[in-house]
């Protein structure tokens, strides 16, 4: 089964992040370098950038050349956002890093991760205190479980109906079904949670059209 990335398939689902955040300038995605997300030209560019950089800060901008994912800075770019984009080696990079993100009290600046973070030990759990001790919202893409550790919002493909057709799957194929002949399937379905005491007490009021775009909103 193929899961999509709802969120960032498009500007016209990614432009929600600017309802959510209306204040919104810059979005700061962090990559895990052991993965197969980081392919080994963006680890190079990355790696290259450090070592020539004379400001010191490992992230990368959009505007830049060697940015590794070109078409999320587009999208960042189609939405007048900026995009800054960091590549980490383990947890203590990581949160070395997250030191030059930009921090305010307007919500002009967002952390949104992707899932590449759970194969590092402690990258989770170091993107939560983060967030939670500087009061830059965090924003995790395509992992809605995330708004339970302190993410103000989190939009996905629907796992819970993947998880269902898979299981129809494997009974089918238990049942004497070939497994040649399963057909793929794609799943389209979006799923999103909203933390809304956490979007308040970072001083956000997200309008009630934006709250009901949600399929969970947690008081």
Known sequence: MVLTLP???SYKHFRFIRKLFPDLKQVWVPFYEGTVFCHPQMRSNHRRHRNGNNSSSPWISGT???VGY???ADLCYIIGVDY???VYRDEEDLRWGLEFVARGSSCSNILMPYNDSVYCAGAP???ARFADESGVPLFWNNNTEATRIGAVAAISGCFREAGIATG???ASILDGVKPRSVQLLTS???YGSLNLARARSLGLEPT???VAQFDEVIH
């Open 7 to 9: 969120f960032t398939q």
């Open 64 to 66: 830049s050349p060697s």
């Open 84 to 86: 800054q984009e960091f």
């Open 70 to 72: 070109r078409s999320l």
């Open 125 to 127: 759990s170091t993107v």
């Open 208 to 210: 009630a059209q934006v």
């Open 188 to 190: 389209t379905k979006t």
């Open 168 to 170: 129809k799957m494997t």
